[in-house]
């Protein structure tokens, strides 16, 4: 998670205590507070960079300033971003602008030029697909030889350019994006909006990325920060991230099992941990499933009713299908919590549906939403059997 780091500058070049010549090739270490030996108010005042001569002595070449630096943790996913920060000694996840605690991971441009980042892209993004960038994160750091399936299933033109690379046209500005290039935008509006939570310019991170990723996708992701103005200090595992959220690093040879289930991947890793080191053994997973399916599954049960109900094709009118998309995101949310959750959409039809938990669960109880096979796939490299799994 994020946390707060120090910078050390020193300030000048002034000796304090040394009667004997330097020796400038000796090594130097920082010396915080007060020597017990000295009780003089310039040592407590500020820390000293030290170096050592041939014969032992120390002396100083300070004085230095310590600057305390906000690193924020950040979480880019596939359809859904979070940025954290270390508050009180505690993490906290930064709500952004909208007063929300996830931005969604889409970039658009209208057709005046206007960049939209984020929910407001989000919600536009029916009646303008041509020029609304999402699922960016499939294509990072990949050739467009790998990404033939990804492709198809996004509603922007994916072109390849001279050296194979992956490139995303926008015809609204006659221009083409990589998709690093479009990450970066998230990456600086969840960084704004951190600098504003925290009333404190930041300018370093640390960025999770899933088990998978391979050098060039991390690569990549790092290039995305630098785009953003950020310096990402350190790529770190997704699973490793979620097993220091739990304080697994403080236990001794354990072997875990990472359940990831986000907006558009589901991810299962074993990892195996002691002495503060994890290692990932294995991963497995479906890299298009997660909560935007279960969302579309629920859109496809409502327009199914409805043209049932009423005659009317819901999924051929763009805005109806915007508003019907947002309505079964709400209703899946709810679903967290209740049992049942009334959906109702075109109100100058008086149209209530009300839906299930067990209407959802049965939506999506087919083989292409089978998260137990993944599961399976991850444990039998290890030769590990399902039912020794316990809960943390």
Known sequence: MASSTAQIHVLGGIGFASSRKPNHHSPRTVFLGQRLNKTSPLNAAFLRLAKTNNN?????????????????????????????????????????AEGQRTTPSVVAYTKTGDRLVGQIAKRQAVVNPENTFFSVKRFIGRKMSEVDEE???????????????????????????????????????????????????????????????????????????????LEVLRIINEPTAASLA????????????????????????????????????????DTHLGGDDFDKRIVDWLAENFKRDEG???????????????????????????????????????????????????????????????????LLPQQMDLNTLRPP
């Open 312 to 378: 009317i094709d819901l999924l051929k009118d763009k805005q109806a299908l915007q508003r019907l998309t947002e309505t079964a995101e709400k209703a899946k949310m709810e679903l967290s919590s209740l049992t049942q959750a009334n959906i109702r959409y075109l109100s100058s039809l008086l149209c209530v549906y009300v839906f299930h938990f067990c209407t959802f669960y049965s939506v999506l109880n087919d083989k292409d939403f089978s998260f137990w096979v993944p599961v399976y796939l991850s």
């Open 56 to 96: 032992g002595k120390r002396y100083s070449v300070g004085p230095v300033r310590v600057v305390n630096e906000k690193v924020v943790g950040i979480d880019l996913g596939t359809t859904n971003s979070a940025v954290a920060a270390m508050e009180g000694g505690k993490p906290t996840i930064v709500t952004n």
């Open 151 to 229: 492709s198809k299933q996004v509603s922007y033109k994916v072109i390849r350019d001279d050296n194979g690379n992956v490139k995303l046209d926008c015809p609204a500005i006659g221009k083409q994006f990589a998709a690093e290039e479009i990450s970066a935008q998230v990456l600086r509006k969840l960084v704004d909006d951190a600098s504003k939570f925290l009333n404190d310019k930041v300018t370093k991170a640390v960025v999770t990325v899933p088990a998978y990723f391979n050098d060039s996708q991390r690569t990549a992701t790092k290039d995305a920060g630098r785009i953003a103005g």
């Open 246 to 285: 739990y304080g697994f690093e403080k236990k001794n040879n354990e072997t875990i099992l990472v359940f990831d289930l986000g907006g558009g991947t589901f991810d299962v890793s074993v990892l195996e941990v002691g002495d503060g080191v994890f290692e990932v053994l294995s991963t497995s997973g």
